[in-house]
């Protein structure tokens, strides 16, 4: 629509500065065909000026059509809900998404749906702790989270509180393929894979990996 548009106007316009400069032509000469300058210069102004509103217009319809495009298919914003990424991310704060291509990695802030969870009905937004065919190992006693061994730092400030019990996953466990274990910075306030209404999240249930906070501005910037 917006494409015939333009092309539209752009016809338009042409007919228009066409017929003008036969006007000019006829309005800048006097009864005796002599060439009056005031009225060549106010005509030429006319056109002047149409030309550059027009070049203006063109411009903002193909801006507007490019972000649309960028949102649309590349780009999505979301809104944080919840304290559970706190302090990377505190709720309210809005956030970009992206899902072209995207490979999950360890340390990536992501978006995912819980399909089965009968008591998320939203997305909720995690760390990825470790991907497929990773070991994770969490030690309450020492507040740490190991994958393969090595240490996972996360920017968190206090003691995990443990979780144990039927409702919970072991502190030891391999992510099965295809699936990522994630997990909220404020460890003590998230609702995560250590959950088993949770656990490995399939790789197919990612929204997207969030990239850019765009609100609020004092926060303005890449996500770490």
Same mark, same amino acid.
């Given at each position: 629509?917006?494409?015939?548009? /333009?092309?539209?106007?752009?016809? @338009? ?31 030429? *102004?006319?056109?002047?000026? +149409? ?7 063109? !411009? ?61 009905? @939203? ?10 065919? *990773? ?18 730092? @996360? ?15 072991? /502190?030891?466990? +391999? ?14 306030? !998230? ?18 990996? @969030? ?12 996500? *770490?």
């Amino acid at each position: 629509m917006i494409i015939f548009e /333009t092309i539209y106007f752009k016809v @338009a316009l042409s007919q228009y500065v066409r017929i003008g400069s036969v006007e000019w032509g006829q309005m800048g000469m006097s009864e005796n065909n002599e060439i009056n300058p005031e009225v060549v210069n106010e005509q030429k *102004q006319k056109i002047s000026v +149409t030309s550059e509103l027009y070049e203006w217009v063109e !411009s903002i319809v193909f801006a507007l059509a490019f972000v649309v495009v960028i949102f649309t298919f590349l780009l999505r914003p979301v809104g944080v809900e919840g304290i559970s990424m706190m302090d990377t991310l505190k709720n309210g704060d809005k956030v970009v998404i992206y899902n072209i291509n995207y490979v999950p990695k360890q340390g990536d802030i992501v978006v995912l749906s819980i399909p089965n969870s009968k008591e998320l009905k @939203a997305p909720i937004i995690k760390r990825v702790v470790a991907v497929g065919g *990773q070991k994770v190992r969490i030690d309450y006693d020492n507040n740490k989270v190991y994958v393969d061994g090595k240490e996972f730092v @996360a920017p968190i400030k206090e003691p995990m509180a443990p979780r144990v019990g039927s409702d919970f996953y072991p /502190t030891e466990l +391999t992510v099965p393929d295809d699936c990522v274990f994630v997990m909220g910075d404020n460890r003590n306030n !998230s609702f995560d894979s250590r959950y088993k209404e949770i656990g490995p999240v399939k790789v197919k249930n990612i929204l997207g990996r @969030a990239v850019f906070r765009i609100l609020p501005f004092s926060g303005f910037g890449f996500l *770490q």
